[in-house]
């Protein structure tokens, strides 16, 4: 049997004109997204990207691959339905923070809580972007958009808690400014065995230009970004001179960092009181995370009902569809 072919990021580069405004982030996240899929090793036809609506979700028109390009808010329900009928395929969800979080919350928590194994990508820029310029459920207290003329009153979802609080048993925050680490988490999300999410802070440079400046620009990165590694002490700053640690329940910053407290990240801890420190360490002048905060294995849901579908068929038999319409009670209507 001749090997299969080696493919490259060409041959996941669709012949359909990238449509995004000139500096958006969505470039950073499809170019690490075509570098990351040959390097997987699955062939295309085994590959599948789903969305929703919003600027993120012209996705799948631009991989070479299997796509769905689905309703607002949907595409968690699509993945669901497809990694049932086809549990071969390596699912992708591309969704924002508007499609994921406002219409489709209540589809996105269930894909969380049931385990699918799928990989929900979720672009978060802070506001509406396809239908320009309203606040979504991530815009931060006080930001005047085009729906908020004077300012924002709600308080935003963190969608890294909402994810750990559904169940998501893979979380991770990356962001378009460092494709090396998009591609890492992309890749290790491949990997993981069960639902996947991923949080990419996305720039939009229209509507929302440089919401995530004081985290990821330059001059600021050093001191705000947080790595995470795993058996690594939480350790930040320019030169490495800040780091997290645990005062009772509550986070704090130390410059000791001989301090026995410091926290040692630990992606595997069950319990999700730890990934939701991390998600939100809750000081003045706390680091943003990035890397895996958590990552658990637990049984996949589309597995455990394949199993006792064959359990069930073992012990009665293959159904048949005409016996079940008929098998109640039936009325003819004239």
Known sequence: MNAPPTLTR???????????????????ILAAIQK??????????????????????RFPYYMNTYGFHTIHG???????GL????????TWVITGDGDALSIGGNHLIHAMRRNLNINILLFNNEIYGLTKGQYSPT??????TKSSPYGVI????????????????????????????????????????GCSFIEILQNCVIFNDGAFDETTARDNRSEQMLHLEPGQPLVYGQNRHKAILLNGLTAEQTSDLTDPRILVHNPALE?????????????????????????????????ALHQEQQARQAKVGVGNLQDLLYSADTWEVN
């Open 74 to 80: 949907r595409a968690p329900t699509i993945a669901a």
């Open 154 to 193: 709600e308080s935003p979802f963190q969608p890294l808690q909402l994810a750990l609080g559904a169940g998501a048993t893979f979380v991770a925050r990356t962001t378009d400014t460092n494709p090396a680490h998009m591609t890492e988490i992309f890749k290790a999300a491949s990997l993981h065995k």
């Open 139 to 144: 815009s931060k207290p006080g930001q005047r």
């Open 36 to 57: 990351t899929m040959p390097e997987l090793g699955i062939p295309k036809e085994k590959i599948v990207f789903i969305s929703g609506i919003g600027c993120s979700s």
């Open 271 to 303: 319990p999700i009181h730890y990934a939701n420190l991390l998600a939100d360490p809750g000081f003045p002048g706390a680091p943003v995370v990035f890397g895996i905060l958590r990552q658990v294995a637990r049984p996949v849901y589309e597995d």
């Open 10 to 28: 060409k041959d996941f580069i669709s012949d359909q004109d990238v449509r995004w405004c000139p500096g958006c982030g969505d470039y950073a």
């Open 83 to 90: 990694r049932l009928s086809n549990p071969d395929l390596s």
